[in-house]
Nanobody, 117 residues
Framework: QVQLVESGGGSVQAGGSLTLSCAAS????????MAWFRQAPGKERERVAS???????IYAQSVKGRFTISQDSAKNTLYLQMNSLTPEDTAMYLC???????????WGQGTQVTVSS
């Protein structure tokens, strides 16, 4: 059974930082594209950052230069370092594996990030 479990969300003031983690079991994350998505109320789901199996990263324009996606293959864990957070970054953040465009084979349950001004 595949499980993706996110952690690290929380409340932070604008300008602050958070690091999200996504621990996988039953599936090797690095075997396919991995990604972080976010979903804010009333907004479409956005693919924030992705990491291919050969290390290529792609970021949404809205987070470029502020967020960094990485993985620890030994721990089978995906990370999202988020700096210079703004209230517009407030959303539920979801980890995904086996990603193709906006679809994924596996999803985590999400972790909430709330940024106050």
């Amino acid at each position: 059974q595949v499980q993706l479990v996110e952690s690290g969300g929380g409340s932070v003031q604008a300008g602050g930082s958070l690091t999200l983690s996504c621990a996988a079991s039953g599936y090797t994350l690095s075997s396919s594209r991995m990604a972080w998505f976010r979903q804010a109320p009333g907004k479409e789901r956005e693919r924030v950052a992705s990491l291919s199996s050969y290390g290529m990263t792609i970021y949404a324009q809205s987070v470029k230069g502020r967020f960094t996606i990485s993985q620890d293959s030994a721990k089978n864990t995906l990370y999202l370092q988020m700096n210079s957070l703004t209230p517009e970054d407030t959303a539920m953040y979801l980890c995904a594996a086996g990603v193709v465009d906006m679809n994924a084979r596996y999803w985590g349950q999400g972790t909430q990030v709330t940024v106050s001004s």
